[in-house]
Nanobody
């Protein structure tokens, strides 16, 4: 059974930090690179960051230097440390497999809301 449970979102002021967590079922976590995605109001979902099973990472340009993705393979959990947050980072954040075909995924978790506002 596929399970993705995101947590850690909230309201934070510009310049603040949050750490998101995603607990995934072993069936999806153990064999795949994992990614964080986000969907801002009125916009399409976008890929934010990815981490391979060995820990190699990649980021969309807009978050490079501010966000850090990591994974704990023993806990089937992927994290997103977000620093220097900006209002334009406001979105619902989701985790899932990291893949170029992510738009075709038919399962997503509930996501976690991140709001950056003063």
């Amino acid at each position: 059974q596929v399970q993705l449970v995101e947590s850690g979102g909230g309201l934070v002021q510009p310049g603040g930090s949050l750490r998101l967590s995603c607990l995934a079922s072993a069936s999806i976590f153990s064999m795949n690179a994992m990614g964080w995605y986000r969907q801002a109001p009125g916009k399409q979902r976008e890929l934010v960051a990815g981490v391979t099973r060995s820990g190699s990472t990649s980021y969309v340009y807009s978050v490079k230097g501010r966000f850090t993705i990591s994974r704990d393979n023993a806990k089937n959990t992927v994290y997103l440390q977000m620093n220097s947050l900006k209002p334009e980072d406001t979105a619902v954040y989701y985790c899932n497999k990291y893949s170029s075909s992510w738009r075709e995924f038919d399962y997503w978790g509930q996501g976690t809301q991140v709001t950056v506002s003063s």
